[in-house]
T-cell receptor
C-alpha cells in the first residue's frame, strides 16, 4: 500500500529525554513536513524538507530537530529543550513543493510527557 | 492573528440533516483552498481543492464553495451520516507555497 507511515502511534517521554518520531513515505514525494496539533488550534509547521539533505525551519522549530538523509524518510526528534512537547504530531508529504499539489498526511503520533 | 478563521468551532446535528461550515481567510496572495476531514486521532484526508477561478466543487455529499472576492469558503454536507462526525479543516495556500491551517470545526452527528 502506498502512503505515509508514522511510528510509534503513542509515545511517552520523561522530562529531560529526547525522543524520535519516525516518518516514512513510499509515494516518491519530494517534499515532507512535520506539524504539531494542539486542541483548538490549527496545525503548526515545525520543519519541512523540499529535497534530500535539505530542510528548513517552520513556525515553531525551537526544541525540535530533523534529518533528511533519504527521500522516503524524515524523522523528527523532540529534544529536552522543547518545554511543552505533549501534542499530536503529523507528518505529511507532497509530490513537489508547489502550491497546487495535494499534501498527504500520516496517521499521527501522540506524544505525552510523564 | 490566525489568517484562516473557521466557524462554528463545534456543531452538533442529527443524522440525515444538512449543515454548512464556514472558512474566512486573509491569506494573500491566494493560490488555492482545501478542505480536509480529520477523524479523531487520525491524519487529515483531503476532500476538495479549489483555485481562484473555481466557485463550487463537489465530492459526493460534500460541496465546497469559494468566493475569492470576499475571501470566504463554505463546506456544505448533505444528508449527514454518523461517519461524518469529525473535524473539518480549511487550508489556504499562498503563491509561495506556504499553507495556513484553520483551527477546524468539530462536527458531531447524532442518531
Amino acid at each position: 500500500d502506498g502512503g505515509i507511515t508514522q511510528s510509534p502511534k503513542y509515545l511517552f517521554r520523561k522530562e529531560g529525554q529526547n525522543v524520535t518520531l519516525s516518518c516514512e513515505q513510499n509515494l516518491n514525494h519530494d517534499a515532507m513536513y512535520w506539524y504539531r496539533q494542539d486542541p483548538g488550534q490549527g496545525l503548526r509547521l515545525i520543519y519541512y524538507s523540499q529535497i534530500v539533505n535539505d530542510f528548513q525551519k517552520g513556525d515553531i522549530a525551537e526544541g525540535y530537530s530533523v534529518s533528511r538523509e533519504k527521500k522516503e524518510s524524515f524523522p523528527l526528534t523532540v529534544t529536552s529543550a522543547q518545554k511543552n512537547p505533549t501534542a499530536f504530531y503529523l507528518c505529511a508529504s507532497k509530490r513537489v513543493a508547489g502550491s497546487g499539489n495535494t499534501i498527504y498526511f500520516g496517521e499521527g503520533s501522540w506524544l505525552t510527557v510523564v | 492573528k490566525n489568517q484562516v478563521e473557521q466557524s462554528p468551532q463545534s456543531l452538533i446535528i442529527l443524522e440525515g440533516k444538512n449543515c454548512t461550515l464556514q472558512c474566512n481567510y486573509t491569506v494573500s496572495p491566494f493560490s488555492n483552498l482545501r478542505w480536509y476531514k480529520q477523524d479523531t486521532g487520525r491524519g487529515p484526508v483531503s476532500l476538495t481543492i479549489m483555485t481562484f477561478s473555481e466557485n463550487t466543487k463537489s465530492n459526493g455529499r460534500y460541496t465546497a464553495t469559494l468566493d475569492a472576492d470576499t475571501k470566504q469558503s463554505s463546506l456544505h454536507i448533505t444528508a449527514s451520516q454518523l461517519s461524518d462526525s469529525a473535524s473539518y479543516i480549511c487550508v489556504v495556500s499562498e503563491n509561495n507555497n506556504d499553507m495556513r491551517f484553520g483551527a477546524g470545526t468539530r462536527l458531531t452527528v447524532k442518531p
